[in-house]
T-cell receptor, first 116, second 114 residues
Framework: DAGITQSPRHKVTETGTPVTLRCHQTENHRYMYWYRQDPGHGLRLIHYSYGVKDTDKGEVSDGYSVSRSKTEDFLLTLESATSSQTSVYFC???????????????FGPGTRLTVL | DQQVKQNSPSLSVQEGRISILNCDYTNSMFDYFLWYKKYPAEGPTFLISISSIKDKNEDGRFTVFLNKSAKHLSLHIVPSQPGDSAVYFCAASEVGGSARQLTFGSGTQLTVLP
């Protein structure tokens, strides 16, 4: 299994509070991603990173920010949590193969976030 | 509008028989397709992939078929085993871009009955 951990694994918070989720990898992969999984929607990309301090928005980025100050850590922040952000959040990593071919993403175990 | 669609939310199959999971896509720029399996309370795990230059890829009991003209792919599992019971997601990525973002379908819950 790829060395990816997420913390916390479960969190309950109240509307309006800030929340930070952490993804940590030991694979030294360049690319990191944050997804949310909701019933009927599969996994939707929130933000991704293509290197230290290099990040970009995904499909559902509103209300979220990210930071990557080290290769191994990718943080997802909800500045002011809302009930619509109740979800399961997954981090993923990937690396470009030699020759620039496509690559698979490997996922962490997930964080279940409940916003009351 | 969903670019990757899995129209069957659930599928039940008898142990030992074939499971066929289907996926349709609308974006002609997708050039790489993947299947992931997900057990409850775990992250998705990569299962098998196929490039758009191929129409079939096999890995043990798992085979993925790609029909580019129909914008359709399918995952065949033969023979199905109870341990295959999980949610299966298809995903696609687009030509160009360095980060190879994936677009996922909504998933199909496969139940293999003993």
């Amino acid at each position: 299994d790829a060395g990816i951990t997420q913390s916390p694994r479960h969190k309950v918070t109240e509307t309006g509070t800030p929340v930070t989720l952490r993804c940590h990898q030991t694979e030294n992969h360049r690319y990191m991603y944050w997804y949310r999984q909701d019933p009927g929607h599969g996994l939707r990309l929130i933000h991704y990173s293509y290197g230290v301090k290099d990040t970009d928005k995904g499909e559902v980025s509103d209300g979220y920010s990210v930071s990557r100050s080290k290769t191994e850590d990718f943080l997802l922040t909800l500045e002011s949590a809302t009930s619509s952000q109740t979800s399961v959040y997954f981090c993923a990593i990937s690396e470009r193969k030699a020759g620039g071919s496509n690559n698979e993403q490997f996922f962490g175990p997930g964080t279940r976030l409940t916003v009351l | 509008d969903q670019q990757v669609k899995q129209n069957s939310p659930s599928l039940s199959v008898q142990e030992g028989r074939i499971s066929i999971l289907n996926c349709d896509y609308t974006n002609s720029m997708f050039d790489y397709f993947l299947w992931y399996k997900k057990y409850p309370a775990e992250g998705p795990t990569f299962l098998i992939s196929i490039s758009s230059i191929k129409d079939k890829n096999e890995d043990g009991r798992f085979t993925v078929f790609l029909n580019k003209s129909a914008k359709h792919l399918s995952l065949h599992i033969v023979p199905s085993q109870p341990g295959d019971s999980a949610v299966y997601f298809c995903a696609a990525s687009e030509v160009g871009g360095s980060a190879r973002q994936l677009t996922f379908g909504s998933g199909t819950q496969l139940t293999v009955l003993p």
